[in-house]
């Protein structure tokens, strides 16, 4: 009988006005509710009672600055970040990370193995990361694995690993992509009067009867000549024998020139040759640069 009275006590005190939660015979406590309206117009709830907001079916808290949303442990929740991934999330709102001037860690097997520090530096095995991207490895640091096929590129600074060994970078300015690696060859005539004649492979071999073969496709993208005094001719470079050249160079009452804009395309197997289109041209030498191409 005594336990009858208390337990009508205690249901008696917690329907009285000041009431935090309710008794609901059907479960073991149903909270108040509320719609979304009436919860911010407010009914002057004591700091710590419990609201179900019916609008959004989510818990709140009444804390001393309002009522806070308490995390739902829902799967199609957006108020965490879930195992199993997430839906209807906001890329402008929802984010993993800090909000304070706080690194912020990935770890596994309970050590960490990546940070992003607060200044924004990526480390991968490294605590203390003091680059953009900062790699400590006892092993292979990074891999970026060979494409049998040539991708679409788009902008400057993208890079791919070719099937033949090779890294290639696409520039934009030539819209290609072309080997990071960039390779010189040359040519040169030791005579004060060079005229009108193909000039040398620095072997000593006349380009007229040879030349530098290509191993595969590739492009000019840049050429340099330089002789003893000023003097005005035209460098000429050309392939497989022909006699138009396919790009060219004129110095002009100058000790020499330079272009690093050329964009010239050869293919593999085809041979590269130098002709020296002026007269009495004094000991004339030219490198030209190239780039594999994809």
Not at 102 to 131: H, L, M, W, Y
């Amino acid at each position: 009988m005594k336990k009858l009275i208390l337990t009508t006590l205690a249901i008696t005190t917690l329907a009285t006005t000041s009431t935090i939660a309710q008794v609901d015979g059907n479960y073991l406590m149903g909270l108040t509710n509320a719609t979304t309206l009436e919860m911010n117009a407010g009914i002057n709830p004591v700091v710590g009672s419990l609201l179900y907001n019916t609008d959004e079916e989510k818990m709140y808290l009444n804390t001393a600055s309002g009522f806070k949303k308490i995390p739902s442990i829902d799967t199609n929740s957006i108020d965490f970040w879930g195992a199993t991934g997430n839906t209807g999330s906001n890329a402008t709102t929802h984010f993993l990370g800090t909000t304070d001037l706080q690194d912020f860690i990935i770890k596994t097997d309970n050590s960490e193995r990546v940070r992003i520090s607060s200044t924004g530096n990526i480390g991968i095995n490294n605590t203390t990361p003091s680059a953009q991207l900062d790699i400590e490895s006892t092993s292979v640091p990074l891999r970026i694995q060979p494409s049998t096929s040539t991708p679409t590129g788009t902008e400057n600074g993208q890079i791919f690993m070719g099937d033949d060994g090779i890294l290639y970078a696409y520039d934009a300015t030539r819209v290609k992509w072309l080997s990071v690696d960039r390779t010189m060859i040359g040519w040169g005539m030791n005579s004060a009067t060079t005229t009108n004649v193909y000039l040398r492979q620095f072997n000593g071999a006349d380009s007229e009867n040879t030349g530098w073969r290509m191993l595969r496709n590739g492009t000019i993208t840049g050429i340099s000549a330089q002789t003893n005094v000023a003097g005005t001719w035209t460098l000429e470079i050309r392939k497989n024998d022909g006699v138009v050249p396919i790009t060219a160079l004129v110095i002009t009452a100058a000790d020499g020139n330079q272009d690093a804009t050329i964009n010239v395309d050869f293919n593999e197997g085809e041979f590269l040759q130098a002709y020296c289109n002026g007269i009495a041209v004094e000991y004339p030498e030219t490198l030209i640069e190239i780039a594999w191409r994809k």
